[in-house]
């Protein structure tokens, strides 16, 4: 009969082999005794031999003495009778073993990718460090690495023990790898809420930075989450979740706890304390924060990062809000910016990036925040600003920015602060930003602009700061200035005004300050402004 088919199904590689009955044959019970009777005599019969002498086997004449065939001798086949059941007992032994280790098909493999894979693994370890070096790359495979590092205190040390199936697994991996990164795995710890050690628990005093009315820096102690504690990712502090407990929000700076507005602007369950202004995090800023899926804000205000703006942050599809001012980073703003118009909030001032403004900074046609002042930055500032209709808060001072200071900001009818000073804008104040009847704070103090101030910005009702100092401007003060009435502060000092100061000062019932020196007035000062 043929030979029955062999099974490859379910055995990582070892064939099944069809079922064996042992100690049985095809035909029945197999009787290795010694013969009973006389059927199993051989008998020499007479034959005849033909022309061709042929050779019969059966012919020969019995031999009492001869030693039989070795395949008839008792002895062997026993032996090889128990060597065939040892063998088939090993063999069932092994497939049964090899089946509860695993039962599920091999499955195909896929094509080569371009980075190394780790080698076959059927570890629990290697399970989740193949989960990882498909989010991360291949560094988890290299001890001593920060993503090495994450995953082990995931797979060895973490208390919540998440398995490989969990929906949270990789969110839980990226966070650990973020504190591991900015801590070198901890040989840099963060100023507060570091994982717990020995004897302590998940919650710390997170010391929210916090500036002073004379601007100097306290540090105030609130409650908080560790990070790489026991509790829920979304519950250390920095870190903002949605309802479903996915993070939206990586915000190592100063949101206070609890703030509804901050729920509603992000979706969050639970807001916790989350304030982590200068918490000395060093190193350069993670490209790793790109795996985060639905990521929308990266904060990371006044620490301590280095290097390049990552150009994979403007890749980002749902990133809404990036404000990284306030650390060392250097180098230019990659184009890619300039075109990520899902940003809502752009801040990278007080950082020390270089280079000019792309024309296609009108791109950014959902931006309301636009944020760059203290850094390298030169040329002219695109006359495109004027199509981000939505830009409500702009600071740009203390740059380079050169040439006229474009007119169609005047376009931007929901700007309210708008700081340009200290820079080495020419030209004269564009009128059309008379426009700008939302208007509070206005600094365009330390330029080299000339000419008047226009009378259209008298009639910026909601103005409680008017800063105009240092410069070349000439003719005078108008009397339509006591049409501020929401003006607290003003500084015109250190120009070429020339005529009387206009006794309607006097009707700026809130203005607490006022640099009228060193210009060219004439006159005596208005007795009503000091009785008010």
């Keep these: 009969p043929a030979p029955a088919p062999v099974s490859t199904t379910a055995d990582r590689g070892i064939a099944v082999a069809p079922d064996v009955e042992f100690g049985t044959t095809q035909g029945g019970v197999a009787n290795y005794g010694p013969p009973d009777d006389d059927e199993y005599l051989a008998v020499a019969q007479l034959v005849e031999e033909d022309e061709n002498d042929l050779f019969i086997p ?32 090993v063999g069932v032994g092994l497939g049964v073993g090899i089946g509860a280790d695993g039962g599920a ?23 989740y460090r193949d989960i990882f070096v498909a989010v991360v790359g291949p560094d988890v495979l290299v001890r001593g690495t920060p993503a090495y590092n994450a995953a082990s205190w995931i797979i060895f040390d973490d208390p919540r023990a998440l398995d490989t199936q969990d929906t949270q697994l990789t969110q839980r991996f990226l966070l650990a790898l973020f504190w591991h990164i900015t801590t070198n795995s901890g040989e840099r710890p963060w100023r507060s809420c570091n994982p717990p050690q020995e004897g302590e628990d998940d919650t710390c005093e997170f010391l929210r930075f916090t500036r002073l009315n004379n601007d100097d820096v306290a540090y105030v102690p609130e409650p908080a989450t560790r990070w790489l504690s026991g509790s829920h990712e979304c519950e250390w502090v920095g870190n903002l979740c949605d309802d479903v407990e996915i993070t939206r929000a990586l915000d190592l700076c100063k949101f206070a706890a609890h703030d509804s507005g901050l729920a509603q602007r992000y979706g969050t369950r639970s807001p916790a304390a989350l304030d ?41 599809k749902h990133l809404l809000n990036l404000e990284v001012h306030g650390n060392s980073l250097t180098g230019t703003v990659a184009p890619e910016f300039w075109s990520a118009n899902a940003l809502q909030a752009f801040n990278i001032g007080e950082n020390m990036l270089s280079g000019t403004f792309s024309t296609n900074l009108g791109q950014l ?76 704070d206005f600094r365009i103090h330390k330029n080299n602009f000339v000419g008047t ?53 006097a009707n700026l019932s809130r203005l607490r300050l006022a640099w009228l020196h060193l210009n060219q007035f004439v006159g005596s000062l208005p007795v009503q402004i000091c009785e008010n």
């Excluded at 003495?65 to 026993?78: E, S, V």
């Excluded at 703006?309 to 890749?315: G, K, N, Q, S, T």
């Excluded at 008298?458 to 929401?486: C, K, N, V």
């Design 105 to 127: 098909p091999i499955q195909a493999t896929l094509s080569p990718t371009n980075t190394p894979t780790s080698q076959p693994s059927f570890s629990r370890e290697g399970d």
């Design 365 to 440: 046609t959902n931006l309301k925040g636009l944020h760059t002042f203290e850094n390298l930055f030169t040329g002219q500032f695109p006359t495109e600003v004027g199509k981000l209709e939505f830009l409500s808060f702009t600071r740009n001072d203390n740059n380079g920015f050169t040439g006229p200071l474009p007119s169609e900001f005047g376009q931007l009818y929901l700007l309210q602060e708008f700081w340009m000073h200290s820079n080495s804008f020419t030209g004269t104040i564009p009128s059309e930003l008379g426009n700008l009847f939302d208007l509070s």
């Design 276 to 316: 982590l202004w200068g918490q000395n995090i060093t190193g350069t800023l993670p490209t790793e924060l790109t795996s985060f899926p639905f990521l929308q804000s990266i904060s990371l205000i006044y620490n301590e990062f280095t290097g390049v703006l990552p150009v994979e942050y403007a890749r980002m």
């Design 453 to 505: 101030i226009p009378e259209e910005l008298f009639d910026l009702d909601f103005l409680f700061r008017f800063d105009a100092y240092e410069m070349d401007l000439t003719g005078t003060l108008s009397t339509r200035i006591g049409r501020l009435r929401q003006l607290e502060q003003l500084r015109v000092s250190r120009n070429k005004l020339t005529g009387t100061i206009p006794e309607q000062i």
């Design 58 to 89: 059966a012919a020969l004449e019995y031999d009492p003495d001869a030693k039989p065939p070795m395949h008839k001798n008792r002895r062997f086949r026993l032996y090889f009778i128990a060597a065939i059941l040892l063998l088939i007992v």
